[in-house]
């Protein structure tokens, strides 16, 4: 209480300095809540004329933009609690990722883990999540703004948005790369053959780039046969235009699967770019940054167990391997609490869509229409990069 | 002398003859294709051209497209075990998610139910001879819309309704003891005030007095067509109003009154349409305090209708421009006030005038509706990436937009139309 009220009355103070202020003052220096309150306030101040605030509110907000949000929103937690759902920005379609069913229900490796986060929070109700679609365009200002509380949106991490838009990323859950699709009938098994092939890609994008350096490094020629989108990829790409297509491997098992004939087109073994996509949450919150990561990270660990939706609760209540009875919540070391949450937390987002495996098999792994390879996103044990840090 | 000619011809007619038909050659398809393709030896071989490009065309088109196409199946997969053709199973599988997105199945009658009450609504205005109480529903209409597509509580619409007539009220209080323009301005301030300080209240007091109301649907369960009739209705019929008076200002005498209309026209029209949907569906998020409810599909349909008005304000201002100047002479002449003018010499002929502009903003505006999908709305053109992206559509490419391009043009012809045979009954003959 005490600190609440200092904590306001300071707002109130920097508004007071913001709103009439000359407007070189550097707003940056800011948090955001300070933005939005100054907004409201400062109408009634005497000293501020209306047209110079509205310059000003347009200062600040092109200052907030420029800032992609900084917005430190004291607890999400809270406030998902207190609203009773989360609210999960995904894509607006990408095969296997996120897609709608003939329900309307939006399903898929993205939204599947916000189901599980759902189910941590809300005591195992994985309904409780409503999901926002959001274009490359909006997803990071939707997120920002705090439009979404989470976004599960096959977005590779990086560098600047990681520091730059001051997001903070959970555990990859998808290691892509680069890669490569041809035909069977050319005879190629590894890119490193392709020297001297046409190749479609999408004009304008890292793939580009990614692909001029893979030749230039190995010394090989190519002919790029510049395209705009998947689907007039797939068109030319179909029509002989080009002997080879490149973009992001899941794109190419996807694409692949949705030919006529998709045996006769093989995707090459060699992944010439890095693209780990992870979901993502406003930077400044650590507590609800940690319940992404260890929901993310104890669905993996429950792989790596071999706890299963199906087999959970039997597991809990007999299973003797610590490690089990740590992530399951039978002991009474009371990891949920730290967390914010009860103890059941784990166990009730893997049972609301089963462990990293079981998603990644439901809606990415080879007996889908999507048929990827487990590959890097195998567990370390398996070869692959899947590593959670223990939960103790 | 009568009978001069009884005794020097033969043979006088009685009657006229009725006219014999037209030579065979000049009458039937045949002469009507002779003098449309083949009348030169020119048109000839340009009409054997383009003929034959169109039947090849058709030839390579239409087995795709309707002999081989599938209309039932369950997936892509399926579709081409049955046939070889188009892939139409996905509109029709998909067939509620392309008209209502996701709306709850059960509740599909609400939005049905508007859409025909918006036809009943329609009827008197494009309409003449019905009679004029059905305006009445007219202007009921977009509360009762807006209560079956939302759903909630009856009781804020009823008192959206008590606000009106508090501000119509207060007009004509105001109106009668100073002037109109202050009177408009009291109106508008007991809109603002009741929107502000009373509304939330009362319909939240009656509301848990007497609970009339139906199942409350959110915004992000809106989709499809469903979302391109709401907002491009909307902005239609809000629209033109709003341009109109942005003309009338534009013209206005009132230096004041100019400026802000000419500032307002010139500023949207000087911005791209899916700018201001930017400014909707992000910027407004960084503006508005932390859980603020202000609903992205009115967002929307806000700067949409902006967007549409001073395109609309532009079109009339042609309208005004092209009236003679005898015509404002004469209005004033006959001792007409200012609103007594525009609204019975002035407007009747200059609205005549812009039918084709307005109706051009109309469908303009009725299909720029699907740059909302560029913000995630999920309105046709947008609901079909999340369709194509499930396993069963994936690799679907043309048929969806042939299905959404038929029904776009369907409705925007239907509106072509209207808009000539409105014209042709309005034409009271300034041409001839």
Same mark, same amino acid.
Do not use: I, Q
């Given at each position: 209480m005490q600190s609440s009220t200092g904590t306001s009355g300071e707002i109130t103070g920097q508004t007071a300095l913001v709103a009439c202020a000359p407007m070189s003052i550097s707003t940056a220096a800011f948090p955001r809540t300070f933005l939005r309150y100054e907004l409201f306030e400062q109408g009634n101040r005497k000293g501020c004329y209306p047209m110079k605030t509205k310059l000003l509110s347009l200062a600040l907000g092109a200052a907030a933009i420029a800032m992609t949000g900084t917005v430190a929103s004291a607890a999400t937690l809270d406030d998902v609690k207190a609203k009773g759902f989360l609210q999960c920005g995904v894509s607006t379609g990408f095969p296997g990722f996120a897609f709608t069913d003939d329900a309307g229900n939006w399903q898929g490796f993205d939204p599947a883990l916000c189901r599980a986060m759902a189910a941590a929070i809300f005591a195992g109700d994985s309904n409780a999540v409503k999901f926002t679609p959001t274009t490359g365009k909006t997803r990071f200002t939707a997120l920002a703004s705090g439009e979404v509380d989470v976004l599960a949106r096959n977005t590779t991490e990086t560098f600047s948005r990681d520091v730059d838009l001051k997001f903070t990323f959970g555990p990859v859950n998808y290691y892509d790369g680069q890669g490569f699709m041809v035909r069977k009938? &050319? *005879?190629?098994?590894?890119? &490193?053959? &392709?020297?001297g092939a046409t190749i479609c890609v999408q004009t304008g994008t890292t793939t580009e780039l990614n692909l001029a350096d893979y030749f230039r490094a190995n010394n090989m020629t190519y002919e790029p046969v510049p395209i705009e989108t998947n689907a007039e990829a797939q068109e030319k790409y179909l029509a002989n235009a080009c002997d080879a297509y490149t973009t992001d491997a899941s794109g190419l098992s996807a694409t692949r699967s949705a030919f006529?004939?998709?045996?006769?087109h093989m995707i090459l073994p060699e992944i010439i770019s890095k693209e780990p996509l992870g979901p993502l949450v406003r930077q400044g919150d650590d507590q609800w940054a940690d319940i992404l990561k260890w929901t993310l990270l104890a669905l993996i660990t429950a792989e790596e167990k071999g706890v299963t939706a199906a087999n959970a609760d039997e597991m809990k209540a007999s299973s003797t391997d610590p490690d089990i009875q740590r992530l399951l919540g039978a002991t009474e070391d009371g990891f949920g609490a730290m967390l *914010? &949450?009860?103890?059941d937390w784990a166990l009730n987002a893997i049972k609301a869509g089963g462990n990293y495996g079981e998603i990644f098999a439901k809606y990415l792994g080879t007996d889908t229409a999507v048929g990827i390879e487990r590959g890097l996103n195998a567990l370390y044990t398996d070869g692959g990069l899947m590593y959670a840090a223990p939960i103790r | 002398m009568s009978d001069t000619h009884a005794e020097t011809v033969r043979y006088v007619a009685t009657h006229e003859l009725p006219a014999l038909p037209a030579p065979v050659n000049t009458r039937g398809p045949a002469a009507w294709a002779r003098a449309n393709f083949f009348s030169t030896p020119r048109d000839t071989i340009l009409s054997i051209i383009v003929g034959g490009l169109i039947a090849i065309g058709l030839w390579k088109l239409l087995p795709w497209l309707v002999f081989d196409s599938v209309f039932v199946a369950g997936s892509l997969n399926e579709c081409r075990e049955i046939d070889s053709?188009?892939?139409f199973a996905v509109v029709t599988s998909r067939f509620n998610q392309l008209i209502f997105g996701f709306y709850p199945p059960e509740l599909f009658w609400r939005p049905i139910l508007a859409f025909v009450l918006m036809l009943v609504a329609f009827a008197p205005v494009l309409h003449d001879?019905?009679?004029?109480?059905?305006l009445w529903f007219s202007a009921v209409f977009p509360l009762l819309a807006y209560w079956l597509i939302w759903g909630g509580t009856i009781w804020g619409p009823l008192m959206i309704i008590a606000m009106i007539a508090l501000a119509f009220v207060a007009f004509k209080a105001v109106a009668k003891s100073v002037n109109p323009v202050v009177g408009l301005l009291a109106a508008v301030a007991v809109g603002i005030l009741w929107m502000l300080f009373l509304h939330d209240p009362i319909v939240s007091a009656l509301s848990s007095a007497v609970n009339v109301g139906l199942e409350p649907v959110e915004s992000s369960k809106l989709g499809g067509f469903q979302i391109t009739f709401i907002i491009g209705v909307t902005g239609i019929v809000a629209s033109l109003p709003i341009g109109i008076l942005l003309a009338l200002g534009r013209g206005s005498d009132m230096p004041t009154l100019k400026m802000i209309c000419v500032g307002f026209i010139e500023f949207i029209r000087g911005v791209p349409l899916i700018t201001l949907l930017f400014v909707a569906s992000t910027l407004l998020n960084y503006f508005l305090p932390p859980g603020t409810n202000f609903d992205i599909v009115l967002r929307v349909i806000i700067m949409v209708t902006l967007f549409a008005s001073a395109y609309m304000a532009e079109v009339i201002r042609g309208g005004l421009a092209a009236l003679p100047k005898g015509q404002y002479e004469a209005a004033d002449a006959l001792g007409l006030n200012y609103w007594q003018a525009t609204r019975l010499i002035i407007l009747p002929q200059a609205l005549k005038i812009s039918i084709p502009g307005i109706v051009n903003t109309f469908i303009g505006l009725f299909k720029d509706t699907v740059l909302v999908s560029i913000i995630g709305i999920l309105d046709p053109i947008g609901i079909m990436q999340p369709i194509r992206s499930s396993a069963e559509w994936n690799g679907i490419i043309w048929e969806l937009p042939i299905f959404v391009g038929l029904v776009f043009f369907i409705f925007c012809f239907l509106m072509s139309r209207y808009s000539m045979y409105f014209e042709r009954k309005l034409d009271t003959g300034h041409r001839n």
């Open positions: 009938s &050319l *005879g190629v098994t590894s890119a &490193l053959n &392709l020297s006529e004939a998709p045996n006769d *914010g &949450l009860d103890n | 053709g188009a892939c001879n019905l009679p004029r109480k059905m």
